[in-house]
């Protein structure tokens, strides 16, 4: 079974930058892709974006695309999420995903970490 912890959640002031981990463990060969997305109170979960563990290629969301990046390091099992520019809007619980292909679409995805606080504020 696979499982996902993220980190690197916090406080950040606008204009400030954060970069979230994904780490997996345990069945880490049946994965192909990682999924970013995020929840804000009385919001529904929102794609950001998802790599695939296989090419490294990836897609985003057009809210995100420039401003956020994600990239994996196949030997630590880790996926990364890059947040520039935040805004108080990106704040949010990150959750990423796996066990489905690389979209942006949240049933597509089996496996889902425990989720990160971002609070963007001054």
């Known amino acids: 079974q696979l499982q996902l912890v993220e980190s690197g959640g916090g406080l950040v002031q606008p204009g400030g930058s954060l970069r979230l981990a994904c780490a997996a463990s345990g069945s880490t060969s049946d994965y192909v892709a990682i999924g970013w997305f995020r929840q804000a109170p009385g919001k529904e979960r929102e794609g950001l974006g998802c790599?695939?563990?296989?090419?490294?290629?990836?897609n985003y969301a057009a809210s995100v695309k420039g401003r956020f990046s994600i990239s994996r390091d196949k030997a630590k099992n880790t996926a990364y999420l890059q947040m520039n520019s935040l805004k108080p809007e990106d704040t949010a619980i990150y959750y990423c995903a796996a066990n489905g292909p690389c979209e942006l679409h949240a049933g597509g995805y089996g496996s889902w970490g425990q989720g990160t606080q971002v609070t963007v504020s001054s």
């Open positions: 790599i695939s563990t296989w090419d490294g290629s990836t």
